[in-house]
């Protein structure tokens, strides 16, 4: 099955380039262009990686990667942080929130593809549904592992 993929980014440009690179890598993705809603279009899609940028409109992707980790559901989701400020104050920010790798634009499309499929295989190898607990549920039975009776 296809990596599901969800990038949210506000830049047309590197929007396009991301998912062609990706999708011509076999993975399925889906897009989002700014901060407002992210959230209910990550539970909606439960991606396997999330690519998201730093500075977007609506809700800032720190923001979005601090809801995420305080989240049970979403807690152990491989995110890739994308930012066009490469300070280490941001770097330290993002590691501090949690966010699973962080690259500083401009990249190559072979950056971006080999640090996507060494997160989408860390994921899977984690239980591939998001909640890290390993059982495949996504965390619909409350990460207990067991699934129902």
Known sequence: MAERILLIEDEPNITEAISFVLK???MDVKTHANGTGALEVIARVRPDVLVLDVMLPGESGYEILRALRADPATRAL???MLTARGQEKDRDLARQLGATRFMTKPFSNTEVLETV???ATQAASAGGDGDGDGDGDGGKNGGSG???P
């Open 24 to 26: 011509r890598a076999g």
């Open 78 to 80: 491989p995110v890739l």
């Open 117 to 119: 499929r060494a997160l």
């Open 146 to 148: 067991s699934g129902p």
